[in-house]
């Protein structure tokens, strides 16, 4: 599809202050080269529109009438978040999913695009996962209930495609990290926390201080460590996050003959990965290569590892003319870049 088309177009981005969203309107911008935000894309924060109000987003689709959507407003988080709040993450994924893709489809919107999560696929699924894994075993538990939201996102499109012959399409990305990522110390996914702590090692052998909030002294090592959970042996794949951005918009722009003949019967969901992953501990030090930090990195081997691996079969995606440009090093990069931007920080 052209730019000319786009232009004319009226698209919404459902969480575009999110790290998914902001990365697919940054995606678009680069493309246009357009500033301030082109008149036809339409944006409203959380405190315009509250996705999990039915009333209140079936008012704003009959008012403002998109062309298409994409979906990545989502509640996000760590292990941490997910075991402590797991009602909060089943029940506003769900809710916004609903209100989202059902009043889009009231309103005549022929074109969305659902951001899903690579969680949705078994704990012990073979690896590469594919996308006819989905609903084959059982899924890990400490997200189960963010993983059966986005379980419900896609067959909610699957399901709405069926009965009304709308064009609604799923992508799930691999784990995804860069500008825009949450660097909680407890509610963070593994790269933004990696990188704060370590960030805070760093910045404590400076100064000269013997420990930091997030490290420790390691007994047998003896020097100043940052102390990571596990092994350090488990395999994961990182995406960064501009990669994912266009991506969607590549799938969304696809030939509807063309992407369905390249996704399963009755399964309107395509994998997004990077290709490659790498250990937790070579990822550890890669980010201390990227920060600049010194110290000894060393793994509590009394806590658990989780998943031996993660990794996503992109091959579909890549069949269809994607590929990703950011390598995990310079992506690390502009992530830290980011990180150090941060006002908290």
Not at 33 to 38: D, E
Not at 142 to 150: D, G, M, Q, S, W
Not at 162 to 184: A, E, F, K
Not at 272 to 288: F, Y
Request: proline share 5%; hydrophobic share 35%.
């Amino acid at each position: 599809m052209s730019e000319t088309v786009h232009k004319q177009q009226k698209i919404f981005i459902a969480g575009h202050r999110g790290m998914a969203g902001s990365a697919i309107l940054r995606h678009f911008l680069n493309t246009h080269s357009a500033t301030p935000i082109p008149q036809n894309f339409i944006l409203r924060t959380h405190q315009e529109l509250d996705l999990t109000n039915q009333s209140d987003v079936r008012s704003f689709f009959e008012k403002e009438q998109p062309d298409q959507i994409y979906l990545a407003a989502a509640k996000v988080g760590g292990i941490h978040a997910n075991n402590t709040y797991p009602a909060e993450f089943i029940y506003q994924n769900l809710m916004m999913e609903c209100n989202i893709i059902h009043e889009a489809w009231r309103a005549g919107v022929q074109k969305l695009l659902f951001l899903g999560s690579s969680c949705i696929y078994p704990k012990l699924a073979p690896q590469p996962m594919s996308e006819n894994a989905l609903l084959t075993g059982v899924l890990e538990s400490t997200n189960e209930p963010y993983a059966i939201a986005k379980i419900a996102g896609i067959k909610l499109c699957e399901s709405y495609n069926r009965q009304y012959g709308t064009d609604y399409r799923s992508v799930m990305p691999t784990n995804l990290y860069g500008p825009g990522d949450n660097y909680h110390a407890e509610n963070s996914h593994v790269i933004p926390a990696l990188i704060r702590r370590i960030h805070e090692a760093k910045i404590a052998m400076e100064r000269g201080e013997p420990h930091s909030a997030l490290s420790t002294q390691h007994p047998a090592l003896g020097g100043h460590s940052v102390l990571i959970w596990g092994t350090g042996t488990p395999r994961r794949e990182f995406l960064y996050i501009d990669d994912m951005a266009a991506a969607c918009v590549h799938v969304m722009n696809l030939d509807k003959a063309q992407y369905e003949a390249h996704t399963l019967p009755m399964q309107s969901h395509i994998n997004v990965g990077s290709g490659e992953d790498i250990t937790i501990k070579e990822l550890a030090e890669t980010i201390a290569k990227v920060t600049g930090y010194k110290g000894t990195i060393a793994f509590d081997t009394s806590k658990p590892d989780g998943t031996p691996r993660k990794l996503m079969d992109s091959g579909r995606l890549n069949s269809l003319g994607w590929q990703p440009v950011i390598g995990l090093e310079e992506g690390l990069r502009l992530a830290y870049q980011d990180f150090l931007t941060r006002d908290e920080f």
